[in-house]
């Protein structure tokens, strides 16, 4: 019988013969990495890559940031509780301190939390169920190019038809209209008033409405904020229940902790992930008025929804980052430069025939030429600068740097998306 022998060097072919063809990412970015720091990332051949991806929003404060480490390793080494499912842990009990004294009440906000599972899927999931538990009714109002998870609800609501297709089966239950007004001119919002008020349209009134303030994976679309007033006024005066997926756009990503918080709304219930556990560590939250908590024991639980390790990095992220302004402040200014390199972008290079769009530091670009958006992606990776593609046809190039970077990595990065630009635009 052959022995197990210490591998001291993994090849890129290793995940070709033993892992499914469903791997997506090393694809685009096909290397083995083996470190990373803050936001660069080194593969086993030491070559060093600029990280505009993060972990797709997950990765806020960047790789291995040191002071949650110090936290984390702390925590381990004296034998903190791993996995404690719900039952109550210390870690668990600091984080529910940290959140409501940092971030809600600060914010006036009454919100009971649920922690669902351990990804942002399985908020989603449990914002579906819990709004159709609280109304009796079945129908979900959800948006053109909106995503919100890979599971079967979550899928329901996304609108992307090779993500739903992988499905098997019919998604039901739900209904989609245009977000912001960016589809063919035509007011989602008027639209969906029309429909309910029209005994004839076949729309039986909904349990929620599930909206993202920037469709992250949809191509970087942005509602406008007088947009997310009307979309909410809808809601009050319609008693529809307003879900908020802020599993990408939160956690600072547009400047405020929340992303709706520059609309001045107040959504029912608000689905989170990514980088809450500020370490990439899986973790996951569904917010809800106090009045929506309905749930029976049990009736919604999961073996991992208590990831400990991600309740000390989450608690020490939220002391860290968000007793004051400094990174908000810092993600706008960021968010400043990034859209002004990227105008110039597209202003120098007609041929792109590329529009730049987004919110604080969760921006796109949009290529007119089919597959472009992809080469420039695969021509910034042979550069050094991992960026990834998003939209029905990845025709956006997304840029989702860690919030943490210094200006002298994001100037470095957005430089080398111009001149990958360059070497690829249609002449």
Same mark, same amino acid.
């Given at each position: 019988?052959?022995?197990?022998?210490?591998?001291?060097?993994?090849?890129i072919?290793?995940?070709?013969?033993?892992?499914?063809?469903? /791997? +997506?990412? #090393?694809? %685009? =970015?096909?290397?083995? !990495? &083996?470190?990373?720091?803050?936001?660069? @990332?080194w593969d086993v051949?030491?070559?060093?890559?600029?990280?505009?991806?993060?972990?797709?929003?997950a990765l806020?404060?960047?790789?291995?940031n040191?002071?949650?480490?110090?936290?984390?390793?702390e925590?381990?080494?004296?034998?903190?509780?791993?996995?404690?499912?719900?039952?109550?842990?210390?870690?668990?009990?600091?984080?529910?301190?940290a959140?409501?004294?940092?971030?809600?009440?600060?914010?006036?906000?009454?919100?009971?939390?649920?922690?669902?599972?351990?990804?942002?899927?399985?908020?989603?999931e449990?914002?579906?169920?819990?709004?159709?538990?609280v109304?009796? /009714? +079945?129908? #979900?109002? %959800? =948006?053109?190019?909106? !995503? &919100?998870?890979?599971?079967?609800?979550? @899928?329901?609501?996304?609108?992307?038809?090779?993500?739903?297709?992988?499905?098997?089966?019919?998604?039901?239950?739900?209904?989609?209209?245009p977000?912001?007004?960016?589809?063919?001119?035509i007011?989602?919002?008027?639209l969906?008033r029309?429909?309910l008020?029209?005994?004839?349209?076949?729309?039986?009134?909904?349990?929620?409405?599930?909206?993202e303030?920037v469709?992250?994976?949809?191509?970087?679309?942005?509602?406008?904020?007088k947009?997310?007033k009307?979309?909410?006024?809808?809601?009050?005066?319609?008693?529809?229940?307003?879900?908020?997926?802020?599993v990408q756009?939160?956690?600072?990503?547009?400047?405020?902790f929340?992303?709706?918080?520059?609309?001045?709304?107040?959504?029912?219930?608000v689905?989170l992930?990514?980088?809450?556990?500020?370490?990439?560590?899986?973790?996951?939250?569904?917010?809800?008025?106090?009045?929506?908590d309905?749930w029976?024991?049990?009736?919604?639980?999961?073996?991992?929804?208590?990831h400990?390790?991600?309740?000390?990095t989450?608690?020490?992220?939220?002391?860290?980052?968000?007793?004051?302004q400094?990174?908000?402040?810092?993600?706008?200014?960021?968010?400043?430069?990034?859209?002004?390199?990227?105008?110039?972008?597209?202003?120098?290079?007609?041929?792109?025939?590329?529009k730049?769009?987004?919110?604080g530091?969760?921006?796109?670009?949009?290529?007119g030429?089919?597959?472009?958006?992809?080469?420039?992606?695969?021509?910034?990776?042979?550069?050094?600068?991992?960026?990834e593609?998003?939209?029905?046809?990845?025709?956006?190039?997304?840029?989702?740097?860690?919030?943490?970077?210094?200006?002298?990595?994001?100037?470095?990065?957005?430089?080398?998306?111009?001149?990958?630009?360059?070497?690829?635009?249609?002449?």
């Amino acid at each position: 019988m052959k022995m197990f022998t210490d591998v001291q060097t993994v090849s890129i072919d290793v995940f070709d013969r033993y892992e499914s063809d469903v /791997r +997506s990412y #090393i694809r %685009s =970015f096909p290397t083995v !990495f &083996h470190r990373a720091k803050d936001y660069h @990332l080194w593969d086993v051949d030491g070559t060093m890559y600029i990280d505009f991806f993060a972990g797709a929003g997950a990765l806020n404060y960047g790789h291995n940031n040191e002071v949650l480490k110090r936290a984390l390793l702390e925590y381990l080494s004296e034998d903190g509780i791993t996995h404690g499912l719900d039952m109550g842990t210390k870690a668990k009990g600091e984080f529910l301190e940290a959140f409501q004294q940092i971030i809600l009440e600060p914010r006036g906000l009454s919100y009971k939390v649920m922690f669902p599972g351990p990804t942002g899927t399985n908020s989603v999931e449990s914002a579906l169920k819990l709004a159709r538990k609280v109304t009796g /009714r +079945s129908t #979900i109002i %959800s =948006f053109t190019n909106a !995503f &919100h998870g890979m599971t079967l609800g979550s @899928l329901s609501v996304t609108g992307n038809r090779f993500k739903r297709k992988g499905a098997g089966i019919p998604l039901s239950n739900t209904f989609s209209v245009p977000y912001d007004s960016q589809e063919n001119g035509i007011d989602g919002i008027a639209l969906l008033r029309r429909m309910l008020d029209d005994s004839g349209s076949g729309l039986d009134l909904p349990a929620a409405i599930i909206v993202e303030t920037v469709q992250g994976e949809g191509g970087i679309n942005v509602a406008s904020l007088k947009w997310l007033k009307q979309l909410e006024t809808l809601c009050r005066a319609r008693d529809i229940l307003l879900i908020l997926d802020d599993v990408q756009m939160g956690c600072g990503r547009t400047g405020p902790f929340f992303s709706f918080e520059s609309a001045g709304i107040t959504p029912d219930i608000v689905c989170l992930s990514k980088s809450i556990s500020g370490y990439g560590l899986p973790m996951a939250l569904t917010l809800f008025r106090p009045e929506l908590d309905v749930w029976n024991p049990g009736e919604h639980n999961g073996t991992f929804r208590g990831h400990n390790p991600a309740f000390v990095t989450g608690t020490q992220a939220l002391k860290q980052y968000w007793t004051n302004q400094k990174l908000t402040d810092q993600t706008e200014q960021h968010g400043r430069t990034i859209e002004g390199y990227l105008s110039d972008i597209v202003e120098s290079m007609p041929t792109l025939r590329g529009k730049v769009r987004g919110r604080g530091m969760a921006y796109g670009m949009e290529c007119g030429v089919p597959g472009l958006a992809e080469e420039i992606s695969h021509a910034a990776f042979e550069r050094g600068l991992i960026v990834e593609t998003s939209g029905a046809q990845s025709e956006v190039v997304k840029l989702l740097p860690p919030l943490t970077i210094d200006e002298v990595g994001l100037k470095r990065g957005l430089s080398i998306l111009a001149d990958s630009a360059k070497a690829v635009a249609p002449i």
